[in-house]
């Protein structure tokens, strides 16, 4: 299985972008998927995540009110809506899948399924 990311481009503080992930192979059913972001120099960060049953989400604390993340489960697809996005928030975009324990959500190191990300770049 890999997860893709799209949708990524170059906009101005105070724009919004919708990003889509798409899950590639035979069977996808994880505990939940999640997005992820790495700016240059920096480490991976988690963004947002979305229980594949039941829906339940969470958000870092620097997203939290801008980030909206959905899935459609019959077309296998993530999706990340970022509205009032900001300079901070320059970075390449991964999703991946996850069948860790909810306590591991926000830890990359239990996720597959990572794809080559989407780039978003903010300008002020």
């Known amino acids: 299985v890999q997860l893709q990311a799209s949708g990524g481009g170059l906009v101005q503080a105070g724009d919004s972008l919708r990003l889509s992930c798409a899950a590639s192979g035979l069977t996808f059913n994880p505990r939940q998927a999640a997005w992820f972001r790495q700016a240059p120099g920096k480490e991976r960060e988690f963004v947002a995540a979305i229980r594949w049953n039941g829906g339940h989400l969470f958000y870092s604390d620097s997203v939290k009110g801008r980030f909206t993340i959905s899935r459609d489960n019959a077309r296998r697809t993530v999706f990340l809506q970022m509205n009032n996005l900001n300079v901070e928030d320059t970075a390449t975009y991964y999703c991946?899948?996850?069948?860790?324990?909810?306590?591991?959500?926000?830890?990359?190191?239990?996720?597959?399924?990572w794809g080559h990300g989407t780039q978003v770049t903010v300008s002020s």
């Open positions: 991946a899948a996850s069948n860790g324990i909810l306590s591991s959500i926000r830890d990359d190191r239990t996720y597959y399924g």
